[in-house]
């Protein structure tokens, strides 16, 4: 019997490629969900909706019809804890609790060090984001039917922020070897094993919380240089500290200055140097690692190499930028 998924942020990153996942499969068919349009189209076939998320009535219809939902719902901390309020309310309104799979995240553990598996405590110092991803996890914890998976670096073919941003600063040589700035874990997920998970968390009978990110993490130095090979963009770079340190605290409120005012007078294709935001910094010397041994062992995972994800990755923005 062919099981209706919700996807509630379909027009995302994680939302297309889970969409695309499971309209390849013979037991789902993908219900996307988006405020808006989605502006490109999905592989296979799916059904759309269009609804706001945080609309608790406007929700409950849609769960109602849903042997399943997944939040891949992104954006600010204020619609991401309404979102996800919203969501909680109308699944407990439906005769059938659909089954529940909540993408949370790694900023949940905050700037804690050393290898960190599901029982740690909750940090809430990684400013709002951070802390909204935790609230989340409170209304969600004790919920049966609620999974919550905490992915580290999710990167691969369409991540904006992991692929194409780190891609666009290695080209321009404005990132590279950072030498101890760049000495932290880079928690790398690639995109498929992300997906992997979520197909196996939605037939499974348990509910819990699972980290997501490959074993044995390289550091960002080492991250940065393996990407920059893949890509062309050879020899990487040493960036010194007081560069790091004019890209985040001068360049980067110029360039977000400049994002949000081309937003705002809605100048489409004009291609903007994405800005190296300061809260990066810290993230590239943190120190933390991911165990994902649980998720291993009961998803049955099998975690993608990084060479090849770095590959299947730079052949995706090479193509991206040949098409223009």
């Known amino acids: 019997m062919t099981q209706r998924v919700l996807i509630l942020g379909a027009s995302g990153f994680i939302g297309w490629h889970l969409s695309a996942a499971l309209a390849r499969t013979d037991w789902a ?36 019809q849903a042997a399943a939902v997944v939040n891949c719902i992104a954006g600010s901390a204020e619609s991401m804890v309404a979102s996800a309020r919203a969501l909680l309310a109308a699944a407990a309104r439906a005769a059938n609790p659909p089954r529940i799979v909540h993408f949370s995240s790694m900023a949940v553990y905050g700037s804690v060090p050393g290898e960190v598996d599901e029982s740690i ?76 998970a979520v197909l196996v968390a939605l037939r499974a009978p348990q509910g819990g919380v699972y980290n997501l990110a490959a074993p044995d993490p ?36 110029v360039l977000k200055a400049a994002e949000l005012a081309a937003r705002a007078a809605r100048l489409r294709g004009l291609a903007l140097p994405p800005p190296m935001p300061s809260s990066l910094l810290g993230l590239f010397r943190q120190r933390i690692r991911l165990n994902s041994a649980k998720a291993s062992e009961q998803f049955g995972l099998r975690w993608t190499p990084l060479e090849e994800g770095l590959q299947r990755s730079a052949a995706w923005f090479q193509s991206r930028i040949a098409a223009g």
Not at 241 to 253: I, M, T, V
């Open 29 to 64: 068919l993908p219900v996307l969900a988006s405020r808006h349009r989605l502006p490109h189209p999905t592989p296979g076939r799916s059904e759309r909706v269009i609804l706001d998320a945080t609309d608790e009535g406007a929700l409950a219809s849609a769960v109602a």
């Open 121 to 196: 405590p909750l940090v809430p110092d990684r400013g709002a984001y951070g802390a909204a991803k935790i609230r989340i996890e409170e209304l969600c914890s004790g919920q049966p039917n609620v999974l919550r998976l905490r992915p580290g670096i999710v990167y691969g073919p369409r991540s904006t922020q992991w692929s194409e941003r780190i891609a666009r600063w290695l080209l321009t040589h404005r990132i590279g070897d950072l030498g101890a700035a760049g000495d932290g874990y880079c928690n790398l997920v690639y995109i498929d094993d992300v997906v992997a």
């Open 218 to 253: 390289p550091t960002w130095n080492d991250y940065f240089v393996a990407y920059a090979k893949a890509l062309g963009a050879v020899p990487a770079r040493r960036i010194s500290a007081h560069r790091l340190h004019l890209e985040s605290k001068l360049l980067a409120p």
